[in-house]
């Protein structure tokens, strides 16, 4: 059974770098040919693709947030890892990491159960 966990502080202030970590178990991130995603949920808000990672390593980035946005794995560890920049309070959200077949996952793609990520002071 493949399951995704994301890891990472809750808090995170203003103007710096917010680092999240999604370890994988029961599947291989580098074997397949599957995405591994970031997406965020906002409150009061849809959910939202930040980027993914292929088995092949090669990365694509939302347009929105490309400028802000890093995503890089750790094949020995079968994790990988989101790291966005400069946040303010609207970078608030739930970060969940997901598994698909396309670049941008669907609603009913894998995902883990996700974390809380707040910007403030």
């Known amino acids: 059974q493949v399951q995704l966990q994301e890891s990472g502080p809750g808090l ?5 770098t917010l680092s999240l970590t999604c370890t994988v178990s029961g599947d291989s ?4 040919y599957y995405y591994w995603s970031w997406i ?4 009061g808000k849809g959910l939202e693709w930040i980027g993914s990672i292929a ?8 347009p929105s947030l490309k400028s802000r946005t890093s995503i890089s794995w750790d094949t020995s ?4 890892t989101l790291q966005l920049t400069s946040v303010t309070p ?9 598994r698909s077949l396309t670049v941008v996952p669907g609603v009913k ?4 159960q996700g974390t ?5 002071l």
């Open 12 to 16: 995170v202030k203003p103007s710096q």
């Open 29 to 32: 991130i580098t074997t397949g």
């Open 40 to 43: 965020r949920q906002p409150p």
């Open 55 to 62: 088995y092949s390593g090669n990365t694509y980035y939302s």
């Open 77 to 80: 560890k079968n994790q990988f």
């Open 90 to 98: 609207e970078d608030t959200a739930v970060y969940y990491c997901a």
């Open 109 to 112: 793609a894998l995902r883990g």
């Open 116 to 120: 809380q990520v707040t910007v403030s």
